[in-house]
């Protein structure tokens, strides 16, 4: 069965910006959203911040498998009461994969409970970044060398505020010497997440083969699990149900 | 330097209820709050949700090296605001030790981003509760043997909707069958989360040695580590930075 | 394509012991394998400490994608040579799956650098053991009510001394009161290990349906990544190759 | 108390070869040693390869909190043998910091279960480090800022063939582009391990004031927590033992 996946994106610099309008005309969504389109156990659409709320519906929020989510200058456009459904939406198992400045989202910062602060810089020249596998044979990886490059992104540089992963899987060095984290883990209740660094919306990175090969790996590996439900909170039965029902199984 | 504890109680069950009025006369807080304070390296207060600003003022925040939490019913009254004051003092280096019912505060949810729901009983008669050491040698179990018991308490049953902690300490066994991770570690920021999870108010948990050595111990363990605190979130200088430095110093 | 699964099982209870034969009149093994065989997906073979080179011939080594562990008695027989060319099999991404007491086997206890002792008991009557999943949503748990029961087994108490796991997906507890840590999961190189607890030699675990689900899960969840050898361990060209590689990438 | 600090150093290097010499005159472990023994609160021994029992003897295993470990040529060297009783001490809670080459070490490789593979590079002219801190507020970069500098070192890069890290503390770029996961934490039993990556023998890196504070950082995160000890693996009491206990206690 396809996956169903949603990549939620602010779509505000490609209207306003010039620049940015001119490495993706129709929005970064769209280059991601062809580039994911075309496996064919993908079924992708596309939702934006100017989406009626916010893109976050309970009709998408209801039939979606995995989110991406790319955001940067109006995080805080985007109503709370939406992203406390979304927040549930990943508890039960739906995947979130955070894309670059989407660090700063409201809803990668209530999945983490931390800053998600850290260091950016947008040099002149652009830093070069080397990604470098940090663990190999991860799903997330598969079809990677040991290492890839984007010949121009921003910087960002450690300390990146966020919870100690369960797998850090990619660790980027930028021209200035800095480091970070680039592809990290984490699970929320049934649900899986994936931070992946790239994406600055003045370079080519999401028309990147590996960047786009990353991607769809990461939401093979976020999807939900069939029967992954989360038991409800709820009080339980008096002490001796588990013999009782033993008993009643063997007559 | 003493370490700065502060016991916040939501102390509402003991001004409502004679039955839990006599078991903590003056409120569980109170009888933690003086099994502590034996400890000459600890400086305890004890804080309410009825003190003004829910006992979360500025002044107590900026004053307090850890914090113990233990609420019930009332986790909705403490302010959105204060929570969000208190959240980031953790994220610099303040230790959390979350107590029994706790799990359901704000501060605790806002730090996991999950629901933190599980199951529960107070069974007749109560449950007898196991606890198991699964973590020799970790500084919040020492002078534990590799379990202990408490006669009477209410039972706490998987799932438990927490993140994969860092290190699981604590696991109980209950007169029913179930399960539950009691003690539990995670990191956040600079800070470092402790949940507990006996110390139901109708049974005498809190006046337990064995109780009051792992509170006692966690507070030496969540206490901050000098300088500790997380860089500021910062646009970063340009590339060339640190040769430009390194030459510098080399003159 | 077909997951390739190799049964590792000593095999010498069975030979040896009436009241084992009694239940296992094949070997515990061919249980295992004739469940396993009706996943078309997966192909299952099987092989004996008796067998030549202990069954871990360089043949069976190369084709294996997912080895599955048995042993008790009789661990030391296995040669260290081959414990260590299985070793870097699973550093490449072959995967591991250990049952009840291969805990103690030589590849166990290889990968984790511990002990991994515990406590244990067969007890008249036998102790029940209930099975809490932990991890809801996880693979490995899929189509798994919250929990399950057996309702004889041998028990197996915490301590247990294996490296903090990167998942604790279910948690056991015995009729005696104890707990223990029944499904946990690690990471080795590009290998993923699963440890699964239940399976004495005289109790009807492995004909058990919830028992074989988790297993026939544990495989898929193991099977390594196309595309996922660690790299060599080789010096690393001189500084500068990144962007000689980017300018003649760019001619 | 004091703390009971032995380091272990190869030692063969400095009597080898004059560019080595000319850099730790009487060996790398006498300037570390000189250095730490300026604090109070650690007893701090030598001890290297060409001692009785390659410096492993039981007199000095049974009189050691916190070991610091420096081979690189002659791992091979050291017996099997000496290397499990010292991995039984760290299971027991003594402390193991391997750095730099030491990560081919036998007992390193022994408590990680992987190959601890890596590339490298002694550049001409060598790669300048860049240590980033990934986890303020921890004891061991206590009093660092947020990174320091090597302006000498050998270059290690990732793929570094660990297990995932209960804490990645330090990251590490180089000036070729390179990076590595230079400061890392894991438990075995109730033992914690650090792993620290510089200190190639021709540059000046143990002088360095940041290096050694986090050395001695690290030395204190490591020491062995009273009442640590693992419990024996043992026959476990019949069910109904904890309840008896209750009742004899009740009495």
Excluded at 26 to 42: F, I, Q, R, Y
Excluded at 111 to 118: I, S, V
Excluded at 170 to 194: D, N, Q
Aim: contains cysteine; aromatic residues 10%.
């Amino acid at each position: 069965m396809a996956i169903r996946v949603t990549i939620w994106h602010e779509f505000r610099h490609e209207k306003k910006h010039e620049h940015v309008r001119a490495v993706y005309p129709n929005g970064m969504h769209t280059v991601l959203g062809e580039a994911l389109g075309k496996d064919p156990n993908l079924r992708v659409r596309l939702t934006t911040l100017d989406d009626p709320q916010h893109g976050l519906s309970d009709e998408i929020l209801d039939n979606t498998d995995v989110f991406l989510w790319w955001g940067h200058g109006h995080h805080g456009e985007v109503e709370d009461e939406r992203v406390t459904e979304l927040q549930k939406r990943i508890c039960n198992g739906v995947g979130l994969i955070v894309l670059h400045s989407g660090h700063h989202s409201k809803i990668f910062k209530r999945m983490m409970g931390t800053t998600a602060n850290l260091k950016w810089r947008v040099g002149t020249p652009p830093d070069r970044e080397v990604l470098w596998v940090t663990k190999p044979g991860h799903p997330i990886t598969a079809g990677i060398d040991d290492h890839f490059v984007l010949a121009q992104e921003e910087m960002y540089g450690e300390y990146f505020d966020v919870p100690e992963p369960m797998e850090t899987i990619l660790i980027s060095s930028f021209t200035g010497g800095e480091v970070f984290r680039s592809g990290m883990t984490w699970t929320r209740g049934a649900g899986k997440i994936f931070y992946f660094r790239p994406g600055h919306e003045t370079f080519r990175t999401l028309y990147d083969a590996n960047y786009q090969r990353v991607v769809q790996n990461a939401i093979y590996w976020a999807a939900p699990v069939a029967g992954g439900k989360v038991p409800a909170a709820a009080p339980h039965s008096k002490a001796g149900w588990i013999d009782e029902r033993l008993a009643a199984a063997a007559k």
